[in-house]
């Protein structure tokens, strides 16, 4: 799944949810009105209507102190968040001549402005199922995506299971315009 980054946001829907959010601020600042204490107002645009998820405390729970991580506690790649260790694109040659896997886990339809020659594609859902078919060793890789942000990803969830590997900043966005070549798919 592309990040917002990547894949854009719908501005009118921030927009919607936005407002509804300044609204309910008003509303609890103001004490006026039906606050939304107790239950969570869900948008589907599509339909453009409003459900609501109601909620109750549970008086046996002790008190939160801190939040964790969703995107760890649910196993999702999280969305944002810089690479904790990252390559360039100027050291990007050096390594493919070293010998260093270099693989591209955009998506098979993200491929038609080409790869990086000497590359090898295993889209992202398929690299984290380590162990499926064509992920091979992975330690010391290159991962690249479009922007940078899913091979960060991927780079902290591949972490947690002890595998290090690293991301190319700005990803394959970064390679066009290099001197680095760039072939079709194969």
Known sequence: ?????????????????????????????AGLGDVLFGRVALYDALRARWDEVPLARDPDRSAVETIEDVMLTCGLPGPTGPATEEVSVSELPGLLVAGVRVIDIRERRELDGGMVQGAEHVPMAKLLAVGGPGTGALESAVLYCAAGSRSASAQRVLAERGIGVRSLRGGFGAVEGSEIAVVPPG
Do not use: D, N, R, Y
């Open 1 to 29: 799944m592309p990040s917002c980054s990547e894949a854009g946001v719908l501005g009118m829907l921030c927009g919607v949810i936005g407002s509804t959010m300044a609204m309910e601020a008003v509303k609890v600042l």
